[in-house]
């Protein structure tokens, strides 16, 4: 099935389910009212709510209406963690050279992970206001999945099935503050802006065949500016999401609704498929061209991002958002 | 006022307040149900809640009974994002030297702040439960700020005024594994386990004139197994919480009830005051001695930390928890 949250006067919108078209939705509320409460409750609120998406299905569902991705949050839009991985090897090795950074040791061994804020998530068509164009700004096409609660300790395999829905993800990095955020240890924090998710959340069989040994076997297409920028296939993912998970697990306890992703989706012919961030195309230009050309994103610029099905069908719709100049901030109340 | 949460059979518990000597506490329900809701809404519930702690000083609030520390989890026991610093200056400089790195060259003008894990936060009597000794098992005293929302890109003296309430914390950390995370730049992960948190947080005014220049003037004690093992004082902080705050809003917004830590408390005269965290003694014994004599924690070890007013009266109450090994995970339903 596919959940997408539409939002409302509350901070976490109105769950709804979404037909497999992508067309139309009703309320899931009759159930559940967030997908966070969703999450808490799986195994007892997934069999209603399957039910109620083969009713939608059916053009049958109370409250149906057409499904419009404008009025949706991100799946969840705020998350009690938020942890994104650098799992595309090809990906780290080109980042490394652009930003001159000693590769970890173990870095095809041990995941890279860093934390990053869950508060304040963006939805597929919200505009992404920053502070500065002079920060880098670019974005980075991913895929992610949302956990239901992990015991530390969970191994890989057992961790695969606290999988409970997948999404595609946009997140939004600052390339001039990464560098110095990564040399202090520290992880990213000044150069990671509010990360933006796809409009709806599937759970794993939508994907059929395509879901296997915890990757997603299909690319992720990034149009920036109108213009295809990168087609990267997804499998090529160097961990499994269950290997993700159990690092993330490894010394702590995940929360229902812990949300992981991939890092930035990447493959070894990056010449031919193209990049899903600007960074990466920049260390390309670097290594062939000996300079980047190409510029990171200027405001008003827009990024889009879409995963289709063999039959060329969008699995969880587009993200599509232009990058705006940000209000300066309001005074506090006293 | 001070507020606790006192654990229900939800997971956000019940806000209640309590007296200022800490002996009894009063539900908050007629006014809000929890901390996090209080927040979102303060300008709205402070002045009643207010009321509420008036009457319960004067011994004539609705329900009041004993205040149990032993039954209040942490005030938020889970937050929508939790940032730690590293503000003790005399701290970052010890800790630089024990695990050989390389010092931030802004390290007196830009604050070091990593983004933690809030999604599973302790209460301050709950066991710490970790998988290994061998792991390297410090505490680290601290104090932390829980503010309202703060816009991106507030600056300092405006990011003072969304301060709401004050904490002490123990942020347990690893650090046989925080060496491979920081040498990674992605940040502390597998070496930062779940933050507790002291039995009430405290609204700046109950201080008096200890919170000042965004700082709490006052010593924070530690003890381990019942010796004092520190008391240093948090006026030593290299930047005040304002700055702190200012730094996490750079480049987003802080959702209401964003909690920001001090990091480990730290002084120059560390020798004579002690420290808040075992690997500070180590470091001071690796260069006094040429190597750490004290080892990490044991299971079965505890740690108490408290604040003391000028009149000897505990603000927080008292953090007191034992370090325990771990059960296995439980399998996940199907």
Redesign the interface.
């Known amino acids: 099935m596919k959940l997408a949250t539409i939002r409302n006067a509350t901070?976490d919108g109105a769950l709804h389910l979404v037909s497999r078209d992508l067309s139309r939705m009703a309320p899931a509320a009759p159930i559940v009212a967030t997908l966070q409460q969703a999450i808490?409750q799986?195994?007892l609120v997934a069999p209603r709510l399957a039910t109620l998406a083969q009713q939608l299905e059916l053009g049958a569902a109370p409250g149906m209406m057409p499904f419009e991705p404008r009025l949706a949050a991100a799946p969840l839009p705020?998350a009690?963690?938020w942890?994104d991985a650098?799992a595309f090897h090809a990906h780290g090795d080109l980042l490394e050279t652009v930003f001159g950074?000693d590769p970890?040791p173990?870095k095809r061994t041990?995941p890279?992970?860093?934390?990053?804020?869950?508060?304040?998530l963006l939805g597929p068509c919200d505009d992404i206001?920053?502070?500065s164009a002079d920060?880098g700004m670019d974005f980075e096409g991913e895929i992610a999945v949302i956990v239901?609660r992990?015991?530390?300790?969970?191994p890989a395999d057992?961790a695969h099935?606290?999988i409970r829905l997948l999404m595609i993800a946009n997140d939004t990095s600052?390339r001039v503050?990464a560098g110095?955020?990564?040399?202090?240890?520290?992880?990213?924090?000044?150069?990671?802006?509010?990360t933006s998710f796809g409009p709806v959340a599937v759970t794993p069989d939508e994907l059929g065949p395509a879901w296997r040994d915890g990757r997603i076997h299909l690319p992720l297409q990034v149009h920036w500016n109108g213009t295809l920028f990168g087609r990267p296939h997804c499998g090529a993912m160097g961990f499994s999401f269950g290997e993700l998970i159990a690092?993330?697990a490894?010394?702590?306890?995940?929360?229902p609704?812990?949300i992981i992703g991939s890092g930035t989706i990447s493959n070894d012919d990056f010449r031919t498929v193209g990049s899903a961030c600007i960074a990466e195309r920049r260390a390309i230009e670097l290594i062939d061209e000996g300079q980047p050309r190409t510029a990171y994103m200027a405001f008003g610029d827009r990024v889009r991002i879409e995963m289709l099905d063999e039959a060329g069908a969008s699995i969880f719709g587009a993200i599509d958002q232009a990058y705006v100049r940000?209000a300066?901030?309001?005074?506090?109340?006293?």
Do not use: C
């Open positions: 901070p808490e799986w195994a705020r009690w963690q942890l650098s950074i970890p173990e041990v890279l992970m860093y934390q990053g804020a869950g508060d304040d206001a920053l502070p920060d239901d992990v015991p530390m300790g969970t057992v099935r606290h600052l503050l110095k955020d990564l040399r202090t240890g520290f992880g990213f924090l000044n150069s990671k802006a509010s690092h993330a490894r010394t702590r306890n995940l929360a609704g812990t940000a300066p901030p309001a005074q506090p109340h006293a």
